[in-house]
Antibody
Framework: EVQLVQSGAEVRKPGESLKISCEGS????????IGWVRQMPGKGLEWMGL????????RYSPSFRGQVTISDDKSINTAYLQWSSLKASDTAIYYC????????????WGQGTTVIVSS | DIHMTQSPSFVSASVGDGVTISCRAS??????LAWYQQKPGKAPTLLIS???RLERGVPRRFSGSGSGTDFTLTIASLQPEDSATYFC?????????FGQGTKVEIK
């Protein structure tokens, strides 16, 4: 079964750092793009960025460039999303996603990681 | 970024009714358009890709059409389990933007 399994919920204070993970299984991890999608409370879906594990090519949405860092470790089939200094406005559910190909829909979604940033 | 606009934002319909959701792109996206269903507390699931290709396991009452800038998701005969929020998403240009969502409520 193809799946993406994300790390658990996190509660942090403003200014703290955080790194969440997404492990892929059931498919060739290196040969599919992995993306991150944000959903703020009660809101819609926002595409943050993409990484191609085979060569670690990374694309950021302009809205998120400089705000987060996307990385991967293909030796353990895992992608990461990290913040160096969280803000309250980073409170959201973060989904890792796998588009089925270039210019393709997302056919696999992680279960989501809830991040709460509160003092 | 390509801006995706869905309408309506909310629809309330009875079981058995037909429901149509529109999605308009600010510039042409060919047929690189997908539709997702999201139920409360769950990750979205893919219903339709490439504007009109029904994903495996998705009931045939769902259908998609359109190309370029105007797209439609149709639910032919609404069922109780279709209560959810539906999103369109373009995959023509990165960032792959989503519409704001349409909440479908069963009367």
């Amino acid at each position: 079964e193809v799946q993406l399994v994300q790390s658990g919920a996190e509660v942090r204070k403003p200014g703290e750092s955080l790194k969440i993970s997404c492990e892929g299984s059931g498919y060739s991890f290196s040969t599919y793009w992995i993306g991150w999608v944000r959903q703020m409370p009660g809101k819609g879906l926002e595409w943050m960025g993409l990484i191609y594990p085979a060569d670690s090519d990374i694309r950021y949405s302009p809205s998120f460039r400089g705000q987060v860092t996307i990385s991967d470790d293909k030796s353990i089939n895992t992608a990461y999303l990290q913040w160096s200094s969280l803000k309250a406005s980073d409170t959201a559910i973060y989904y890792c996603v796998r588009p089925s190909g270039v210019n393709s829909a997302v056919d696999v979604w992680g279960q989501g990681t809830t991040v709460i940033v509160s003092s | 970024d390509i801006h995706m606009t869905q309408s309506p934002s909310f629809v309330s319909a009875s079981v058995g009714d037909g429901v149509t959701i529109s999605c308009r792109a600010s510039q042409g996206v060919s047929t690189w358009l997908a539709w997702y269903q999201q139920k409360p507390g769950k990750a979205p699931t893919l219903l339709i890709s490439a504007a009109s290709r029904l994903e495996r396991g998705v009931p045939r009452r769902f259908s998609g059409s359109g190309s370029g800038t105007d797209f439609t998701l149709t639910i032919a005969s609404l069922q109780p389990e279709d209560s959810a929020t539906y999103f369109c998403q373009q995959a023509n240009n990165f960032p792959y933007t989503f519409g704001q969502g349409t909440k479908v409520e069963i009367k």
